[in-house]
């Protein structure tokens, strides 16, 4: 069965400081890769998502991922944080060529905190 | 204003007694799905439905019903809460399916089972 890991449980950085949230899969293909970001009391909100095509997407809010294939890996970086940008992010994984496109896994959450 | 409604935020019960948690969209949109997030365990869904009239389980559907009977409303029914279902928990809906369509999620309800 697939997997979704999120190594880090809880990051915290400095405001203009540099970001990467980890995130790994499990799957024998390429599956749709996904990150959302909660902020506080509130749902979900997707930053970027990627299938096929440039292995480094760009997603709102300044934020982009690679996907790295032979590391199973989708990490989200940002080059310099904002305070605002504390929350939690999830990372999630959807299995493809499936008939129906019906379930998105969601990874155990990174939360971040922004020191000002 | 797109969005995905659901009520209560905030919801207080005892074991047992039956409770329904509503959710709306005003999105016109096909696909609406429920999640529980627990600390430590990310988002996992309850039940899901591709279109009116259709649903289907998700990874923890146990104790929990829906019904799809309006493309624009999606409840989650507990017949007979228990503790272990003391949860935060997320509708969502999108365009056509959560692969090709992002999904939208309602701010929550933050559900305690005593």
């Known amino acids: 069965a697939q997997s979704v890991t999120q190594p880090d449980i809880h990051i915290t950085v400095s405001e203009g400081a540099s970001l990467e949230l980890r995130c790994n899969y499990s799957y024998g293909a390429t599956p749709y890769l996904f990150w959302y970001v909660q902020s506080p009391g509130q749902g979900l909100q997707l930053l970027l998502k990627?299938?096929?095509?440039?292995?480094l997407v760009q997603g709102i809010k300044g934020f982009e991922a690679e996907f790295k294939r032979s590391q199973s890996s989708f990490n989200l970086r940002k080059p310099s944080v904002h305070w605002s940008d504390a929350a939690e992010y999830f990372c999630a994984v959807g299995e493809p060529m499936k008939t129906s496109y019906d379930k998105v896994i969601f990874g155990p959450g990174t939360s971040l905190s922004v020191i000002p | 204003e797109a969005q995905v409604t659901q009520n209560p935020r905030y919801l207080i019960t005892v074991t047992g007694k039956k409770l329904t948690v509503t959710c709306s969209q005003n999105?016109?949109?096909?696909?609406m799905s429920w999640y529980r997030q627990d600390p430590g365990l990310g988002l996992r869904q309850i039940y899901y439905?591709?279109?009116?009239?259709?649903?289907d389980k998700g990874d923890v559907p146990e104790g929990y019903k829906v019904s799809r009977k309006e493309k624009r409303n999606f409840p989650l029914i507990l017949e007979s809460p228990s503790p272990n279902q003391t949860s935060l928990y997320f509708c969502?809906?999108?365009?056509?399916?959560?692969?090709?369509?992002?999904?939208?999620f309602g701010n929550g309800t933050r559900l305690t089972v005593t």
């Open positions: 969502a809906s999108s365009l056509e399916d959560p692969y090709n369509s992002p999904l939208h």
């Open positions: 999105m016109n949109h096909e696909y």
């Open positions: 439905s591709m279109n009116v009239e259709v649903t």
């Open positions: 990627y299938f096929s095509g440039d292995t």
